[in-house]
C-alpha cells in the first residue's frame, strides 16, 4: 500500500489526506499545534470550492450553518455603488461562514475515514526522495510527502525551491463580531458589504455576515497608517472614519492580528516527491477571497492526478501543468487588485475575476 506523509493539518493538507485516503492510501497528517483547529476569522466559498467540498463528503455539513452571500455591493464613505449578485441562477454561488465552520466539516471527514493525524509535531523539512523531518528529530519515509505547512513553509524551504515573495502597502486585521438579531433579520445587513473611504487612508471595513450570530469584518489600512494597523483595532479611530458601522466595531472584542498583503510565486509545486499545496505553493492577497478554494482544488487535483498516474513523478508533473493555470491567473489578478487598489472604486466582478469562482476543478465533475 502506498504511503503518505503531510505536513499541516490545515484546509489543504485535510483535503490532501482524505482525496488520498479514497485512493486507498495510508495516511498520516502532522500538525506543528497541539491540536487541530483553525486561526483566524471568516472565510469565502466560490462555486469551486463547493465543488471540491462536495467530492470530499464535506457538502453537507458545510451548508449547515454559513450565509448564502448573493449580493455584495460597494460602498464609498456611506453611499451605494456597485452591486453585484451571485447565487445558482449566475451560475457562481459565494457562501460565507466562520473558518472553524469550514474547517470543522472537512476535519469530520477525516476522522470518519480514520486517517492518522499527530498533533504537536512540527515538519522542519523533507528530502526530495521521500522523507519528512520533524522538529523531534523523527524521520518519517514515504512514497509522497506534501507540504502544506503554510506560507512560511518549512517543508519549502528545505527543498531550495526559487521562490519570489511580493509584499504590497496594505494589510488587513481579521474579526469576528457578535450579531444583533435586528442585524441578522435585516435584508440590507445581510448582504456583504465593502466600505470604503479614502480619508485617512484609504481605509476599509469589508462586512460579511457568516451565519445569524456572527459577523465577520475585515479591517483594510496601509502600513504607513499607524492607526489604521495598530492592534487590536483603534475603536475610536476606525469608528470616525465609519460612523455608520461605530456600534458594531464598538462591540469588537478579539485581538485579532494585522498581516501584510503578500504574493508567494515558486518555480515549481515539487521536487522529487515532495509537492507543496495551498499557502506553501501559491500563497496570494485575499481580494478575490479564493486562498482556500484553489488550496482546496489543488489538494483534490493532487489526488486525482497521483490515482491516474504510473509514478509519483509523473503524477506530479500531470499535476502542476493541469491545476496551475487557473492557479496562476487568480494569482496575479489578486496581486493586481492589491497593488491598484481598484476595489476602492467599487470594481466590478468581471469574467476574468471570476474565472477562478466558475472553474470546474479537477476531480468534481
Known amino acids: 500500500m502506498p504511503h503518505v506523509e503531510i505536513a499541516g493539518g490545515g484546509f489543504a493538507g485535510l483535503t490532501a489526506a482524505i482525496a488520498i485516503k479514497k485512493l486507498g492510501w495510508s495516511v498520516r497528517v502532522h500538525e506543528a499545534d497541539k491540536e487541530l483547529r483553525t486561526f483566524g476569522a471568516g472565510i469565502y466559498i466560490w462555486e469551486n470550492g463547493l465543488r471540491v467540498l462536495r467530492a470530499i463528503g464535506a457538502y453537507d455539513d458545510v451548508m449547515?450553518?454559513?450565509?448564502?452571500?448573493?449580493?455584495?455591493?460597494?460602498?464609498?464613505?456611506?453611499?451605494?455603488?456597485?452591486?453585484?449578485?451571485?447565487?445558482?441562477?449566475?451560475?457562481?454561488?459565494?457562501?460565507?461562514?466562520?473558518?472553524?465552520h469550514l474547517y470543522s466539516a472537512i476535519l469530520k471527514v477525516a476522522r470518519r475515514l480514520e486517517i492518522e493525524m499527530l498533533t504537536d509535531s512540527e515538519a522542519v523539512g523533507a528530502t526530495p526522495d521521500g522523507v519528512l523531518k520533524t522538529a523531534a528529530g523523527k524521520s518519517y519515509p514515504a512514497d509522497l510527502v506534501i507540504g502544506a505547512d503554510g506560507v512560511n513553509s518549512q517543508v519549502r524551504k528545505s527543498l531550495d525551491i526559487r521562490m519570489e515573495r511580493e509584499v504590497y502597502g496594505d494589510g488587513i486585521t481579521r474579526l469576528l463580531v457578535?450579531?444583533?438579531?435586528?442585524?441578522?433579520?435585516?435584508?440590507?445587513?445581510?448582504?456583504v458589504?465593502?466600505?470604503?473611504?479614502?480619508?485617512?487612508?484609504p481605509r476599509r471595513i469589508l462586512y460579511t455576515p457568516c451565519n445569524d450570530k456572527e459577523l465577520y469584518l475585515a479591517f483594510?489600512?496601509?502600513?504607513?497608517?499607524?492607526?489604521?494597523?495598530?492592534?487590536?483595532?483603534?475603536?475610536k479611530a476606525w469608528s470616525a472614519s465609519f460612523p455608520y458601522l461605530a456600534a458594531?466595531?464598538?462591540?469588537?472584542?478579539?485581538?485579532?492580528?494585522?498581516?501584510?498583503?503578500?504574493?508567494?510565486?515558486?518555480?515549481t509545486w515539487s521536487r522529487g516527491r515532495v509537492a507543496l499545496v495551498g499557502d506553501s505553493a501559491h500563497a496570494m492577497p485575499p481580494t478575490l477571497g479564493q486562498g482556500a478554494g484553489l488550496a482546496?482544488?489543488?489538494?483534490?487535483?493532487?489526488?486525482?492526478?497521483?490515482?491516474?498516474?504510473?509514478?509519483?513523478?509523473?503524477?506530479l508533473r500531470v499535476w502542476e501543468r493541469t491545476d496551475r493555470p487557473i492557479t496562476d491567473h487568480t494569482q496575479n489578478y489578486a496581486s493586481?487588485?492589491?497593488?491598484?487598489?481598484?476595489?476602492?472604486?467599487?470594481?466590478?466582478?468581471?469574467?476574468?475575476?471570476?474565472?477562478?469562482?466558475?472553474?470546474?476543478?479537477?476531480?468534481?465533475?
Open 248 to 267: 458594531i466595531i464598538e462591540r469588537v472584542q478579539m485581538h485579532g492580528r494585522y498581516d501584510l498583503y503578500q504574493t508567494t510565486r515558486l518555480d
Open 193 to 201: 458589504i465593502d466600505f470604503w473611504t479614502r480619508t485617512p487612508g
Open 178 to 191: 457578535q450579531r444583533t438579531p435586528e442585524e441578522a433579520s435585516s435584508k440590507d445587513w445581510n448582504h
Open 220 to 235: 483594510l489600512a496601509p502600513r504607513t497608517d499607524a492607526e489604521g494597523a495598530e492592534v487590536p483595532i483603534n475603536k
Open 296 to 315: 482546496i482544488s489543488n489538494a483534490l487535483g493532487l489526488a486525482v492526478a497521483l490515482g491516474a498516474s504510473k509514478s509519483v513523478e509523473e503524477a
Open 336 to 365: 493586481d487588485l492589491a497593488k491598484t487598489r481598484k476595489l476602492i472604486d467599487g470594481h466590478a466582478w468581471s469574467d476574468d475575476a471570476l474565472r477562478a469562482a466558475r472553474h470546474l476543478p479537477t476531480g468534481t465533475a
Open 64 to 100: 449547515n450553518g454559513l450565509h448564502s452571500a448573493g449580493v455584495m455591493e460597494t460602498r464609498f464613505d456611506g453611499q451605494p455603488g456597485v452591486i453585484q449578485r451571485f447565487g445558482a441562477e449566475t451560475g457562481c454561488r459565494m457562501v460565507t461562514m466562520t473558518r472553524q
